[in-house]
């Protein structure tokens, strides 16, 4: 799914090409993903788009503000990408890829368009309250906030160092992949409890992980199975991770090997040696091979 810098590449994509345009017209297709697919029918058109931002894991396309009788309310599409959902602009000549679900015709000819296979993203059309109600479920970004805030965020709760890391409404925009990254890099065991973290352990974590989203985005992104940017090419950060994905594998730092175990529900990837370990954590153990047997004693019945 993608996470911060993976979302910032297509906010950056889509602002080359979408701010100032207005929306012409909305054609959809399924709608199971759409909070309510009559608001973007009825309020899109006529619409300015204004701003692109990124908004943890969601992006926002914030409109021209709608005049109401009492004052002008701040209007926006949001937009989560879901596990495989993909946005772009596309000229208007071009037949729509298979899985395309939404199509915005804009004033300069060209179609932004929503495509995803599998449908776990959300878009939805918010306005005033609703659109202000809706951002404040979510905690602060970790690239904007300071170093005192980020350990009195962390250390005040007694949950998982990993499980505070991927919680948004602590932190927004991260997930598995860079929350392992940046506890490898500062050498913390993912099972450790937030409340536990010393201030210069927070402060590492701190820098480690805006280190790592910062070099992320410049990388566009992690590519692990479909992700591509609007120009259709896939992020190149996966060719840097130091820790995620690589259980079995030789630590690049001290050539332990790295061990993969369940925290806060989801794989958690880490060095025994240079994370150390924590009491109680449940570690995979590694999957034997199959030893082949002769074709004759494997058809033997007993």
């Avoid at 701010?19 to 058109?45: N, Q």
């Avoid at 001290?254 to 880490?270: E, L, M, P, Q, W």
């Amino acid at each position: 799914m993608p996470e911060l810098p993976e979302v910032e590449t297509v906010v950056r994509g889509l602002r080359r090409t979408i701010v100032g345009r207005s929306i012409i017209a909305v054609s959809l297709k399924k709608t199971d993903f759409i909070d309510d697919a009559v608001a973007l029918e009825k309020y899109l058109p006529g619409q300015k788009i204004v701003s692109v931002e990124r908004y943890g894991k969601f992006m926002l396309l914030r409109f021209s503000a709608r005049s109401t009788p009492a004052n002008h309310e701040s209007t926006a599409l949001l937009v989560h990408l879901g596990m495989t959902g993909h946005i772009a602009s596309f000229d208007v000549v071009n037949a729509w890829e298979k899985h395309t679900h939404v199509g915005m015709l804009l004033d300069d000819g060209r179609e932004l368009r929503y495509t995803d296979a599998r449908r776990f993203g959300r878009m939805a059309y918010l306005a005033g309250e609703t659109l202000d109600k809706e951002l404040a479920r979510f905690g602060v970004d970790p690239l904007e906030m300071s170093k005192r805030e980020f350990a009195q965020r962390i250390r005040s709760r007694s949950a998982r160092i990993k499980a505070l890391l991927l919680d948004q409404r602590v932190l927004r925009g991260v997930g598995n992949i860079y929350a392992d990254e940046s506890l490898w890099k500062a050498r913390i065991h993912p099972a450790r409890l937030g409340s536990r973290l010393t201030l210069a352990q927070a402060s590492v974590l701190h820098r480690s992980l805006q280190q790592i989203l910062r070099r992320a985005i410049v990388l566009r992104g992690s590519t692990i199975s479909n992700f591509a940017d609007t120009d259709g090419l896939a992020g190149e950060y996966q060719q840097h991770h130091q820790v995620y994905g690589r259980e079995g594998q030789r630590c690049y730092r001290c050539r332990k090997t790295i061990r993969r175990a369940i925290v806060a529900g989801r794989s958690s990837y880490f060095c025994p040696r240079c994370q150390g370990t924590v009491k109680g954590t449940h570690v995979i153990p590694k999957k034997k091979k199959r030893t082949k047997l002769p074709q004759d004693r494997r058809n033997t019945k007993v």
